[in-house]
């Protein structure tokens, strides 16, 4: 049936409303943008993530690519550039609590390895290790020998050249590698440390490094992630990118890695005001 349509009540838009609203569409599509690649990188923190920071802030400081280096771990790699190579570059401004979370880890450590059904001593790998203050003073007293891995090459070679003394003879392999991007061995390591690094991968970097770290254990081997856990949801610390997450955001990122907690443990000893440090054992 034919029919005739009126137009003569139809509101034509003026150009600049089209522009605007050519616009509006095109903000809209590249908030989906925005969206989409921070849930993709952080799946388990980014609701966490949007309560800090307006979109296009956060999309920058998490998953933004200038030159093709992603800016999240160009920043932590500029930060650490800064930091010296010794304890208390290692420890911030707390040096002091070393030797309490050293002892701490000695005897989380205790719980999986040496012993009947236990991991053995024969070789250990410490991720982001700095210049090794946690090989020297937690595992080269026990493990045969060491694997230590860490992007910053002047943190290995002061470990080599001057820190480990004669503990360096002991180390089989340095890796100076961003572990989002480290391969390793198969059944090689009873034991995974990774200490204050986690909070430097992203939400599917940490997944996928934590599957990595799964198929290089040797029996009954097992991964420790040591680090400082948000009291409440995630915080992000723009400045070094690293991400601090509550502890149930750690263990769904742990589960989703195809692994099981078998142990959680709050580091003691340390001030109330800081941010409290768990460690959580796995395989
Ligand atoms: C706070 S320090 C801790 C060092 C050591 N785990 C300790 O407890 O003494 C963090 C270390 O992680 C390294 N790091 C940060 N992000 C990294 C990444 N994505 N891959 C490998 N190493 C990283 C830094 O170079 C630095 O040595």
Not at 144 to 170: N, Q, V
Not at 178 to 207: E, F, G, S
């Amino acid at each position: 049936m034919p029919s005739v349509v009126d137009f003569s009540g139809t509101l034509q838009p003026s150009h600049e409303e089209w522009v605007k609203s050519v616009y509006d569409e095109c903000r809209t599509s590249m908030s989906f943008k925005f969206h989409d690649s921070i849930i993709k990188e952080f799946f388990a923190s980014s609701q966490f993530l949007y309560e800090q920071m307006p979109l296009g802030k956060l999309h920058a400081v998490t998953c933004e690519y200038i030159n093709g280096e992603k800016q999240f771990y160009h920043r932590a790699q500029k930060f650490y550039e800064d930091v010296t190579p010794s304890e208390e570059g290692m420890m911030g401004d707390f040096v002091e609590l070393s030797e309490v979370d050293l002892e701490g880890s000695r005897q989380f450590l205790k719980k999986f390895v040496g012993g009947p059904g236990k991991a053995s001593t024969k070789r250990a790998l410490d991720c982001g290790c700095g210049i090794g203050r946690v090989s020297k003073g937690v595992f080269f007293p026990i493990f045969e020998t060491m694997e230590m891995a860490d992007m910053t090459e002047e943190f290995l070679l002061h470990a080599h050249e001057e820190y480990l003394g004669d503990y360096a003879d002991r180390v089989e392999s340095y890796y100076c590698y961003n572990l989002k991007d480290l391969i390793l061995p198969p059944i090689r390591y009873d034991v995974v440390w990774i200490q204050w690094v986690a909070c430097h991968l992203t939400d599917k970097d940490l997944m996928e490094f934590l599957k990595r770290c799964q198929t290089s254990l040797r029996p009954n081997g097992v991964i420790i992630i040591k680090d400082n856990m948000a009291r409440q949801g995630c915080k992000l610390d723009p400045t070094d990118s690293s991400l601090q997450r509550h502890l149930d955001v750690m263990k769904f990122i742990i589960g989703k890695a195809g692994l099981k907690v078998l142990d959680v443990q709050k580091q003691e000893g340390f001030p109330e005001v800081m941010v409290p440090i768990w460690m959580i054992a796995m395989r």
